[in-house]
């Protein structure tokens, strides 16, 4: 069973960066999609970054795009997102999340299997 254990989260103020790290065991690595989510205190989680999803390339949401890059060392079986340019409102529990390669945001939601979470937070 594939364990994921998320780490880089913390306090940062708007403008400033973080790089989260997810560290993948179990299974094979390549075989796996491997998505971030976060959720903010009152709405819905959302799909941020992912790599190895849909068509086995890399997606970012529009609302990070330019800003977010997410990244793999195979070596390390790790998966890392770096985030610059922070705004309040990327203030959120950053989760990530495995699934098959090639997965879609459903599939993560549905099948995925989940770490614990990091908390980001930016201030104004």
């Known amino acids: 069973e594939v364990q994921l254990v998320e780490s880089g989260g913390g306090l940062v103020q708007a403008g400033g960066s973080l790089r989260l790290s997810c560290a993948v065991s179990?299974?094979?690595?390549?075989?796996?999609?491997i998505g971030w989510f976060r959720q903010a205190p009152g709405k819905e989680r959302e799909g941020v970054s992912c790599?190895?999803?849909?068509?086995?390339?890399?997606y970012s949401a529009d609302s990070v795009k330019g800003r977010f890059t997410i990244s793999s060392d195979n070596a390390k079986n790790t998966v890392y997102l770096q985030m610059n340019s922070l705004k309040p409102e990327d203030t959120a529990v950053y989760y990530c999340?495995?699934?098959?390669?090639?997965?879609?945001?459903?599939?993560?939601?549905?099948?995925?299997?989940w770490g614990q979470g990091t908390q980001v937070t930016v201030s104004s």
């Open positions: 179990g299974g094979t690595f390549d075989d796996y999609a």
């Open positions: 999340t495995a699934g098959p390669y090639g997965s879609s945001w459903q599939i993560f939601s549905d099948f995925g299997s």
């Open positions: 790599i190895n999803c849909s068509d086995g390339s890399t």
